[in-house]
Structures are given as C-alpha cells and as structure tokens.
C-alpha cells in the first residue's frame, strides 16, 4: 500500500511542472521568418503571444557565425469576437522579433529561446530551430559588387580611398537598391576627408543601418561575361587618426527587380536579390618615433612643394605675399603649415599674417612676408618636414628659394618697425591660500529658505487687507486725506507766521477745517468741537478754554504779539493724537 | 614659620611638577612634530587646521605629493565634520593649484569650480579657474547672455546668503506696502511697483540654491568628453556625448559607472570620467 502511494506521489511530483510548463507554453509560438534564405535576405525569428501576459526574455542563444539584434516588440493586436451567447470574447496577440544576422552561408542550428510567461520560465520552441543560408545563385549572374584594392597596411594620418563598385544587368527594371554596409560611419579612429568630387553627376542610394543616403557616381555601362551592367560608384577618402585595426565587415548590395506593373497606389511587386563582398581589413601602423624630427608637423603621405610671389621687386617696408602650395598624396587637410617666424632662415623677415587654405588636392599657404633690411635678396625656401610613406622614413620636402629686390627709400634703412615692443608678461596662476590668509565667508547658516517666501506671502496679504481697509474710508491719497494728515503741520508753519491772537485764531480753524473736511468760515466763533467728530471732554474743555482766551485777547487788543500760539499748537497736537 | 616653610615646600613641590610637566610635554612633544609632519595617525584623525597647514608647510618645502594627500585627507576631515564652506572650498583650491602645477588643467578645473560652489566669491579660484579653463581648452565659465550672466550673478552667494536675501526683499515689499496702503498717491505705487519688480531678481539665487539642493553636481574631467550609454556596459547603446567640462547631476552608480541626469533622461557615464563639485 504504502509503496502504491509513493509510486503514485512520485509520478505526481513527476508529471506536474511539466505539466504547469505545458500550461505557461500554451499561447505561445516561436517560429523563424523563413527556414531556408538567401544570404542577405532579411531573417529573424518570431515570437507571437497570446493573451495579457507578462513576457521577458532570458538571454540569447550564442551561435556562431550568427549574430542577434535585441528583442523587440513589432506589433500588438487586440479583437473582440462574441461567444455564442451573445458574450464579448477579447484576445490579444503580441508580437516580438529578434532579427538575425548570419556571417556567411551555411545551416545554422539555433537553440530554444528562454522565455518568462507570468513569472513562469519556458523554453522555446520545444527543438533547436535550423536555418539555411544559401548564396544568391542568380544574384552573381546578374549583380556585379566589387571594390578597388585597398592597401593591406597604412599610416596613421595616411590618407586611403576606398571605391566600391555596383550594378545590375541593364535588361533589369531596377524597383529599389540600398547598400548594407556594417562598418558604414562606425569606425572608431577614421575620419572622413573630402571626397573627389564627381565630374558626372551624382546619384544617391540608401545605405543600412539607418538608410541614410549617400551620394553616388554614374560610370560607363560595362560588359562582364557577355552581359551589360549600368554601374555606380561609391568612394570616399579616409585618414585612420590611430594606430590598429581597420575591420569592414560583410558589404552586401540589394538590389530589388520590379517583376509586376504597380497601380496607381501600388509599387507592383518586385524581388530582391543580393550581392557580398566578403570581410577585408586595414592595419594602421603608427607613424615612428624613431628618427622623428623635432619641426615634423604631422605631415604624412607623398607631398611635393611649390612656390610663388605676385611681386619680386618691392621697397623696403612693403610685404611679399609668398604662396607656398603642397600638393600630393597627403593628408594635406590634417598638418600645421610651417611657423616661418620660428625658423632661422627667415630672421630677416617678419611674418605679418598666414592664409591657409585646405583642400583635397592641395594645401595652400600665404605668408605676408616684410624683409627687414634693403640686404636682403632672396626668400629662403619653406622646409615641411613629412613622413613618407612610400620610403616608410621622414623626409624633408622644401621650395626653392626666390631672389628677390628690397629698395630703400628715404629714411627706411632701418627696421621700418622699430625695436621689438616687450611682450606681455604671462597670466600666472595665483598660489595656495594658507588657512590665515582668508576671512570669512559670508553667514554660515541662513533663517530658511521658506522665511523669505512666507514673509513675502504675508506681506502681500497685508498689503492687500490693509490697502482694502484704509481704501474703504476713502482714498488716502485724496485731497482731504492729505490735508488732514498735514494739517498739524501746516497749523506750525501759520503759528510761525502769525502776526497776532487773529492770525492764530484763523489758523486754528484752519486746522479744524482741515481734520473735519469743513470749511474754515464753518469755525468761525465755534467753541464746540461736535462737528469735528467724537471728541473726549478734557478735549472739549480745553477748546472752549482756548477759544475764549484767543476771543480776549483778540478783542481787548492786549497781550503780546504771539498771544496764544502754544497753546493752540498744544492743543492741535492733543486734538491729532486724540484722532479728531 | 611653620607656615613659611610650608609654603616654601609647597612652592618647590609645585616647581617639580611643573618641571616634570614641561620635560614631559618636551618628550611628548617631539614625536608629535615629527608625527604631524609624516601624516595622521591611524587611530585618530588630524584636525582639519592641521591637516590644511602641513599641506602649506610641506608644499613651501617642495613635498607637492605629500602637500597634496595632506589636503585631501584634510578635505575628507573637514566633509566629515561639517566645517564651514569657506575652509573646505580653500582646501579644493590649494589641490587645483597642485593639479594645475601637475599638469592636469581639467582636474584643476574642477576643484576651481568645486571651490567656487562652496565660497562663490573667492576671487582667487574664480581668476585660477579661467586660466585652468583655458590651458584645458574650455571656454570662459559662464556665457554672454544676460540669462548667464544673471546666473552667474545668482551663483555668487551662498545658500546662506541667499536666503537672507530674500527676507531682505521680503521686508522690503512689506515696508513699501505699508506705505502705499497707507498713503495712496504716485510715488508710493511706483516705490511698491519697483519693489514687486525686484522681487524675482532677489529671489533668484534662493530658487537656484533651492533648485539644485538635492542635486550632487558632477563635471566631466576627461578632456575628450564621455559617451553617454543607456546602460552601464561599454557595449551599452549610444545615446549622445557630453564635452569635458559639462556638468550633470548624480543620480546613481554601479562599480565603474555612474547614472547622471542630462537633461531629462538618465544616462550611464564611466565614473573616471567624472568628478564631485560637492564638498
């Protein structure tokens, strides 16, 4: 019995991941685009799942000679189909592709892909899936791809051009072409240098990865095995800036035949075919320091030299344009000219301005030489020190020397620009700071950073509530707002002016007509202040006190000159603070 | 008597200690000097004062290398005890100095540029700082523009300053409020429209401070500039490059690779290729 149920268990612990793997492989399919291609032809393979489900992909297989690009996702469907009762049925289907790259033909065997459904890892497709590259038979008959030998070994800083030819049967409707070029701007250390330019007109096509256009040149249709092909020519010039390796991978050419009339929003249908040229590479050898001169500028190549000057014969203070031009196999663009006001030879020159001017086929340099002395008679020639690469050793390539006349005019026999202004002494980078030398910095520590914004908040609050308050009792800027305010002041300077107890009288109901907003005529013989406003009985009693000493000493004609201009000073100030 | 002789005694005994303390504190102080000289003990770290002095004393003497591991472990002193900015951003610009005299202009850059975040207005880091830029073939600190130069305006206060300059601006609308509220009339809405109107110029360097607060700014040092990947491998993809001397903030890292924020993405960058502006 008890061996019975451990049978049982153990077939049980046996059949159930396989069969939760059988559950999380259902909805899923991995296929490859096409078992069996032409080399070049697009391949990958195709991962369709189906349902809402959680995918990841483990890593990809490594199989050799085959290189896989990254997953990625192509499409995603979703459709509502209806049950048979009348229930909303939505599936959904994802699609994932890994696109593939074989090196060369042959039968690739490409292992399982690991992939996680909801958590759950599954390999697939259940078997390795098997893919068969084949040469394009037709593609050599009616194809031509080929490219110019190349240099096995370069310089750094050796310019090289590479050429590639292609074409198609001139029987043949051309539909699209592309090339695929691996390595296309994606050579670390080389740098293009201007490409010759085309004296029959230039072309485009597309070039892979990234279908940028190129621009190409028409050659004259040739005949290869009795067949006619129309032929195009990509080249370009480079200049490897390194020592190493220059790798060009597997350059295929596309070219796509219309076979079938296109309508009017149709291209008709075409078929592809595709035509390699197998890997090469470069080797950039470094450009030696043995036997390196001190002057050399990075010249490399085969360079000759030549010069010229518009005028031989000047007065001394005039300058000689001298036009040095290099020219050759070179990288012509890549060097310093010669620094003239460095070398010996041109002491009794001086150097006022270089032109350079840099082209593919030629470097040209003018040098606006001024001869110092009416002794001298000729122009030395220009030395470029240049590693050459057709010896493999360093060279110097110079021009020949010009004569020339310098006349000296009245007074000009001495240097025509004088001694040699002192140069600028050189900025010099200040030196360490000892702990001593610095103060201090400023506050170390700040009140917040939220004070400063809830400070200006209330501010603006207070601004706004305030504002709104005062403006409710009337405009403060008003012109009786403006006289209550200086009213107290205005009251100094009449008391100040006063002559007598009638001035000061008239300047106390000034006053009061000024706080009150009321006419100076309404105060007149007034011994109340109940028109003013609440006023506080002292207040009143101090008034009706004021009012009758200003009244006597108005009317019997006594007391002094300024009779009773503290005490209504004293009481304006008593009535202000009062708020009347 | 008695107690005069007491005293007596008691003043010879307070003569032997204090000649006990001073042949002690002579013992004593000998291997310290010559500790202070040779570097920090393991056991407890140098103070920051005398970590940076030794640096000047052994950079008079000509000792560059040992001047320079003064500072820095100085420096890392100083970052663990919260020292006040002025001293760290000295400590970044005497190792400029040593890395300019080395021949490094872009590391020199760099802690020019990290002093000058730490002291804005130490104007010998500022006047190093553009001749460094130059031997390394970087253009001046800051453009022409006028958002520039009002930045770099900004940027010559500290935190610190900042925020009390923006109290300042504060009080200042407040005051003028008051008296336009109160008074009305022509001259106190144009004071209280001028005091609104410099209120974003006073607040600016608090924003900029505030903005870049939990940023830890990172500049790039390697004079060919550094590729941007969007993963942290050499093979990674692509994604853009950044000249030496730009600067992006932190973000993350991983052994021999830093994530940095550049722009709104986050990009993986060698972590050689980069150096912390923050002290």
Same mark, same amino acid.
């Given at each position: 019995? %008890?061996?019975?149920?451990?049978?049982?268990?153990?077939?049980?612990?046996?059949?159930? =991941?396989?069969?939760?793997?059988?559950?999380?492989?259902?909805?899923?399919?991995?296929?490859?685009?096409?078992?069996?291609?032409?080399?070049?032809?697009?391949?990958?393979?195709?991962? &369709?799942?189906? +349902?809402?489900?959680?995918?990841?992909? #483990?890593?990809?297989?490594?199989?050799?000679?085959?290189?896989?690009?990254?997953?990625?996702?192509?499409?995603?469907?979703?459709?509502?189909?209806?049950?048979?009762?009348?229930?909303?049925?939505?599936?959904?289907?994802?699609?994932?592709?890994?696109?593939?790259?074989?090196?060369?033909?042959?039968?690739?065997?490409?292992?399982?892909?690991?992939?996680?459904?909801?958590?759950?890892?599954?390999?697939?497709?259940?078997?390795? /899936?098997?893919?068969?590259?084949?040469?394009? %038979?037709?593609?050599?008959?009616?194809?031509?791809?080929?490219?110019?030998?190349?240099?096995?070994?370069?310089?750094?800083?050796?310019?090289?051009?590479?050429?590639?030819?292609?074409?198609?049967?001139?029987?043949?409707?051309?539909?699209?072409?592309?090339?695929?070029?691996?390595? $296309?701007?994606?050579?670390?250390?080389?740098?293009?240098?201007?490409?010759?330019?085309?004296?029959?007109?230039?072309?485009? %096509?597309?070039?892979?990865?990234?279908?940028?256009?190129?621009?190409?040149?028409?050659?004259? =249709?040739?005949?290869?095995? +009795?067949?006619?092909?129309?032929?195009?020519?990509?080249?370009?010039?480079?200049?490897?800036?390194?020592?190493?390796?220059?790798?060009?991978?597997?350059?295929?050419?596309?070219?796509?035949?219309?076979?079938?009339?296109?309508?009017?929003?149709?291209?008709?249908?075409?078929?592809?075919?595709?035509?390699?040229?197998?890997?090469?590479?470069?080797?950039?050898?470094?450009?030696?320091?043995?036997?390196?001169?001190?002057? $050399?500028?990075?010249?490399?190549?085969?360079?000759?030299?030549?010069?010229?000057?518009?005028?031989?014969?000047?007065?001394?203070?005039?300058?000689?344009?001298?036009?040095?031009?290099?020219? +050759?196999?070179?990288?012509?663009?890549?060097?310093?000219?010669?620094?003239?006001?460095?070398?010996?030879?041109?002491?009794?020159?001086?150097?006022? +301005?270089?032109?350079?001017?840099?082209?593919?086929?030629?470097?040209?340099?003018?040098?606006?030489?001024?001869?110092?002395?009416?002794?001298?008679?000729?122009?030395?020639?220009?030395?470029?020190? %240049?590693?050459?690469?057709?010896?493999?050793?360093?060279?110097?390539?110079?021009?020949?020397?010009?004569?020339?006349?310098?006349?000296?005019?009245?007074?000009?026999?001495?240097? =025509?620009?004088?001694?040699?202004?002192?140069?600028?002494?050189?900025?010099? /980078?200040?030196?360490?700071?000892? &702990?001593?030398?610095?103060? #201090?910095?400023?506050?170390?520590?700040?009140?917040? =950073?939220?004070?400063?914004?809830?400070?200006?908040?209330?501010?603006?609050?207070?601004?706004?509530?305030?504002?709104?308050?005062?403006?409710?009792?009337?405009?403060?800027?008003?012109?009786?707002?403006?006289?209550?305010?200086?009213?107290?002041?205005?009251?100094?300077?009449?008391?100040?002016?006063?002559?007598?107890p009638e001035?000061a009288a008239a300047?106390l109901e000034?006053?009061?007509?000024?706080?009150?907003?009321?006419?100076?005529?309404?105060?007149i013989g007034r011994s109340?202040?109940?028109?003013?406003?609440?006023?506080?009985?002292?207040?009143?009693?101090?008034f009706a006190a004021l009012r009758g000493e200003l009244d006597r000493a108005l009317f019997s004609g006594e007391g002094?000159?300024?009779a009773g201009?503290?005490g209504v000073?004293?009481?304006?100030?008593?009535?202000?603070?009062?708020?009347? | 008597?008695?107690?005069?002789?007491?005293?007596?005694?008691?003043?010879?005994?307070?003569?032997? @200690?204090?000649?006990?303390?001073?042949?002690?504190?002579?013992? !004593?102080?000998?291997?310290?000097?010559?500790?202070?000289?040779?570097?920090?003990?393991?056991?407890?770290?140098?103070?920051?004062?005398?970590?940076?002095?030794?640096?000047?004393?052994?950079?008079?003497?000509?000792?560059?290398?040992?001047?320079?591991?003064?500072?820095?472990?100085?420096?890392?002193?100083?970052?663990?005890?919260?020292?006040?900015?002025?001293?760290?951003?000295?400590?970044?610009?005497?190792?400029?100095?040593?890395?300019?005299?080395?021949?490094?202009?872009?590391?020199?850059?760099?802690?020019?540029?990290?002093?000058?975040?730490?002291?804005?207005?130490?104007?010998?880091?500022?006047?190093?700082?553009?001749?460094?830029?130059?031997?390394?073939?970087?253009?001046?600190?800051?453009?022409?523009?006028? @958002?520039?130069?009002?930045?770099?305006?900004?940027?010559?206060?500290?935190?610190?300053?900042?925020?009390? !300059?923006?109290?300042?601006?504060? !009080?200042?609308?407040?005051?003028?409020?008051?008296?336009?509220?109160?008074?009305?009339?022509?001259?106190?809405?144009?004071?209280?429209?001028?005091?609104?109107?410099?209120?974003?110029?006073?607040?600016?360097?608090?924003?900029?401070?505030? !903005?870049?607060?939990?940023?830890?700014?990172?500049?790039?040092?390697?004079?060919?500039?550094?590729?941007?990947?969007?993963?942290?491998?050499?093979?990674?993809?692509?994604?853009?490059?950044?000249?030496?001397?730009?600067?992006?903030?932190?973000?993350?890292?991983?052994?021999?690779?830093?994530? @940095?924020?550049?722009?709104?993405?986050?990009?993986? @960058?060698?972590?050689?290729?980069?150096?912390?502006?923050?002290?």
């Amino acid at each position: 019995m %008890i061996r019975w149920i451990l049978i049982n268990l153990l077939i049980v612990a046996t059949v159930a =991941p396989l069969r939760a793997a059988q559950t999380a492989s259902e909805g899923l399919q991995v296929t490859l685009s096409s078992a069996l291609v032409k080399f070049g032809e697009p391949v990958g393979i195709i991962i &369709r799942v189906e +349902g809402d489900r959680r995918v990841r992909f #483990g890593p990809l297989p490594k199989v050799s000679g085959l290189s896989f690009s990254k997953v990625t996702q192509t499409s995603r469907q979703q459709s509502v189909n209806y049950d048979t009762r009348g229930r909303p049925v939505v599936e959904q289907m994802t699609t994932f592709e890994v696109r593939l790259q074989p090196d060369g033909v042959g039968d690739y065997s490409i292992p399982p892909l690991s992939i996680e459904l909801d958590g759950q890892l599954v390999k697939a497709p259940s078997e390795a /899936m098997s893919l068969e590259v084949v040469q394009d %038979i037709s593609a050599s008959q009616l194809l031509l791809f080929e490219r110019e030998d190349l240099p096995a070994t370069v310089y750094e800083g050796q310019p090289y051009t590479l050429e590639l030819r292609f074409g198609w049967d001139v029987t043949r409707k051309l539909a699209d072409a592309e090339l695929q070029l691996p390595w $296309w701007e994606r050579q670390e250390g080389v740098i293009e240098v201007t490409s010759p330019v085309s004296q029959t007109g230039t072309y485009e %096509i597309p070039i892979r990865p990234g279908r940028r256009a190129a621009a190409i040149e028409k050659l004259p =249709p040739v005949e290869r095995e +009795g067949r006619r092909f129309d032929v195009y020519r990509l080249r370009r010039r480079f200049v490897a800036t390194r020592p190493g390796t220059v790798e060009f991978g597997r350059s295929l050419f596309k070219f796509s035949e219309r076979v079938g009339r296109g309508g009017v929003f149709s291209r008709g249908a075409s078929r592809d075919f595709y035509a390699p040229i197998d890997p090469f590479e470069i080797e950039v050898l470094p450009v030696p320091e043995e036997g390196r001169p001190l002057e $050399w500028s990075g010249a490399v190549g085969e360079i000759e030299a030549t010069r010229s000057v518009p005028r031989r014969d000047i007065d001394l203070g005039d300058a000689i344009e001298l036009e040095v031009r290099w020219f +050759g196999e070179g990288n012509l663009e890549f060097f310093d000219p010669p620094d003239l006001s460095r070398l010996p030879a041109f002491d009794q020159f001086r150097v006022l +301005g270089v032109e350079d001017r840099k082209s593919p086929d030629e470097r040209v340099v003018t040098y606006d030489l001024v001869p110092l002395s009416s002794d001298v008679d000729e122009v030395p020639g220009v030395p470029l020190s %240049i590693f050459d690469t057709g010896l493999s050793r360093f060279t110097t390539t110079s021009t020949e020397p010009l004569e020339i006349r310098v006349t000296a005019t009245a007074g000009a026999d001495a240097d =025509p620009f004088g001694p040699e202004e002192a140069a600028e002494p050189p900025l010099v /980078m200040r030196d360490i700071q000892p &702990r001593e030398a610095s103060a #201090g910095d400023g506050p170390r520590s700040g009140p917040g =950073p939220l004070l400063g914004g809830l400070l200006l908040a209330v501010g603006i609050a207070g601004w706004a509530t305030l504002r709104a308050a005062v403006r409710r009792r009337g405009d403060p800027a008003g012109v009786r707002a403006r006289q209550r305010r200086g009213a107290l002041g205005a009251l100094r300077r009449e008391l100040r002016a006063a002559g007598g107890p009638e001035d000061a009288a008239a300047a106390l109901e000034r006053f009061l007509a000024r706080r009150s907003g009321s006419s100076p005529e309404s105060w007149i013989g007034r011994s109340s202040l109940a028109e003013a406003g609440r006023a506080s009985a002292e207040l009143e009693r101090r008034f009706a006190a004021l009012r009758g000493e200003l009244d006597r000493a108005l009317f019997s004609g006594e007391g002094p000159q300024h009779a009773g201009s503290e005490g209504v000073l004293a009481f304006a100030q008593e009535a202000v603070k009062e708020g009347l | 008597m008695g107690r005069h002789l007491t005293r007596q005694r008691g003043a010879a005994g307070g003569g032997l @200690v204090a000649a006990a303390l001073l042949v002690a504190s002579l013992l !004593l102080a000998s291997p310290l000097v010559a500790q202070d000289l040779s570097g920090p003990s393991a056991a407890a770290p140098e103070p920051v004062e005398i970590g940076a002095d030794r640096g000047s004393m052994l950079w008079r003497s000509g000792d560059r290398d040992g001047a320079v591991a003064a500072w820095a472990a100085a420096l890392e002193q100083a970052r663990a005890d919260g020292a006040e900015p002025a001293e760290r951003a000295r400590l970044a610009y005497n190792l400029g100095v040593s890395e300019a005299a080395r021949g490094e202009p872009m590391r020199a850059v760099a802690w020019f540029e990290a002093a000058l975040r730490s002291s804005p207005r130490m104007g010998d880091a500022r006047f190093n700082l553009g001749l460094a830029r130059a031997d390394a073939g970087l253009g001046p600190r800051s453009g022409d523009g006028l @958002v520039e130069t009002l930045e770099a305006i900004a940027r010559t206060t500290t935190p610190a300053e900042a925020e009390w !300059l923006a109290v300042l601006a504060a !009080l200042l609308f407040a005051g003028v409020g008051l008296l336009e509220a109160l008074r009305g009339g022509r001259w106190p809405t144009r004071l209280l429209l001028a005091a609104a109107l410099v209120q974003p110029f006073l607040f600016a360097p608090l924003a900029l401070h505030l !903005l870049e607060r939990g940023s830890e700014p990172f500049m790039v040092i390697d004079p060919a500039g550094v590729k941007l990947r969007a993963a942290p491998e050499d093979g990674a993809e692509r994604v853009g490059a950044l000249p030496a001397g730009s600067v992006v903030s932190y973000l993350d890292e991983l052994p021999g690779w830093t994530k @940095v924020r550049v722009g709104d993405e986050a990009r993986w @960058v060698p972590s050689g290729a980069l150096f912390g502006l923050r002290l």
